[in-house]
C-alpha cells in the first residue's frame, strides 16, 4: 500500500492549520452533562488521522485504518437516526436502546485510539523524548491492554517505524515554537474530550 500524500502547508501556516476541523473547535455543550457534537468531532477525529501521514510509514496504515473504520460507524448510526444522534453521548444512549451497539463500540475504539495519539504527542511535545519511545510509552497504557497477540505486532511495527523527532516537527511547519504551541492547545482540547468521553463510557448507561 502506497503512503497516501502529505497536506501541502503554506509558507508561515503549520499543518494543524490544515486541518478541516479541530479539536479546539468541536463544541461541548456544558448544560447538557458535556454534550460532545457528533458531526464536528468525527470530522476532528478525521482530521487527526492525517497526522499519521506526517509520520510517514506504511507501517502507520493499519492504525489510520482503523480510527477510520471506527468514525464511519458512528457516522452511519447518526446518518440512520440524525435527531437522536446530534451528540455522542445521546447516539450512545439512543442506539443501545434499539439493542444494537455497532456504533458505541466504534466510539469506544476510537476514544481508545485519540487518547493513545493525545498521551504520545503531548508526552513528546513536552520533553526531547524521540517519537519512538513516546508512542510506545502511549501504547502499553491506552491500546496494548485490549490488543489480542495478533494485532500488538501490528502496533509495535508502526511505532518502530516513527520518524526523527526534529524531521516530524519540522514537517508540521517551518516556525517550530508555532507548531509546538498551536500542537499543545489542540492536545489540550483532545485531551478534555477524551476525558469527558471515558467517563460517560464508563458509566452503566453506556454498557451493552
Excluded at 112 to 123: H, N, P, W
Excluded at 145 to 153: A, E, G, Q
Aim: aromatic share 8%; charged share 25%; proline share 3%.
Amino acid at each position: 500500500m502506497a503512503a497516501a500524500a502529505v497536506v501541502q502547508i503554506p509558507t508561515g501556516a503549520t499543518f494543524l492549520e490544515t486541518f478541516k476541523k479541530s479539536f479546539v473547535d468541536v463544541p461541548i455543550d456544558a448544560d447538557k452533562g458535556n454534550a460532545i457534537s457528533t458531526a464536528e468531532f468525527l470530522e476532528a477525529a478525521e482530521s487527526l488521522t492525517t497526522m499519521f501521514d506526517v509520520l510517514g510509514s506504511v507501517a502507520f496504515s493499519p492504525v489510520k485504518k482503523d480510527m477510520l473504520g471506527n468514525v464511519e460507524k458512528i457516522r452511519k448510526r447518526m446518518l440512520a437516526a440524525p435527531l437522536e444522534s446530534q451528540n455522542l453521548q445521546d447516539l450512545v444512549r439512543n442506539e443501545l436502546k434499539t439493542k444494537s451497539h455497532t456504533a458505541t463500540e466504534g466510539l469506544l475504539w476510537l476514544v481508545r485510539g485519540l487518547e493513545f495519539t493525545c498521551i504520545a504527542l503531548s508526552k513528546n511535545v513536552s520533553s526531547a523524548e524521540e517519537l519512538a519511545d513516546s508512542f510506545r510509552g502511549s501504547y502499553s497504557v491506552t491500546l496494548k491492554p485490549h490488543h489480542s497477540f495478533l494485532v500488538k505486532p501490528i502496533f509495535s511495527a508502526a511505532m518502530s517505524a516513527c520518524p526523527y523527532r526534529k524531521d516530524f516537527y519540522a514537517k508540521l511547519g517551518d516556525d517550530e515554537q508555532k507548531v509546538q504551541e498551536e500542537l499543545r492547545e489542540y492536545l489540550a482540547a483532545l485531551e478534555k474530550i477524551v476525558n469527558i468521553l471515558k467517563g460517560f463510557l464508563d458509566s452503566k448507561e453506556a454498557k451493552w
